[in-house]
């Protein structure tokens, strides 16, 4: 079994950053990718930041690039997302997801995360 349990997130004005945290309960041998989603009220879940295991490959949303950067520390079985330059249309509930099978923006990953609100007021 897989648990992934997401932290940092809060209530930022635009402009500000927030550093996300996931760390991986579990089973961790072979898997392929984590990644970062979002899901705002009223939308669906949209992929965010992607980092394969192995650390060669990351992916980001156009949306985010240049703001957001995904990195892991596979010693803690943690992954982070740094956020900087804050918009409000960047206020979501952020989940981390792990696959085994895949490595990109899709929402094809096994397990999920809870989900840590982020709320960027303007």
Known sequence: QVQLVESGGGSVQAGGSLR?????????????????????????REGVAAIASSGDSTYYADSVKGRFTISQDNAKNTLYLQMNSLKPEDTAMYY???????????????????GTQVTVSS
Do not use: I
């Open 20 to 44: 996300l945290s996931c760390t991986t309960f579990g089973y961790t041998w072979r898997r392929l990718c984590m990644g970062w989603f979002r899901q705002a009220p009223g939308k669906e």
């Open 96 to 114: 981390c997801a792990a696959s085994y099978l895949y490595c990109g923006l899709d929402r094809r990953y096994n397990y999920w995360g809870q």
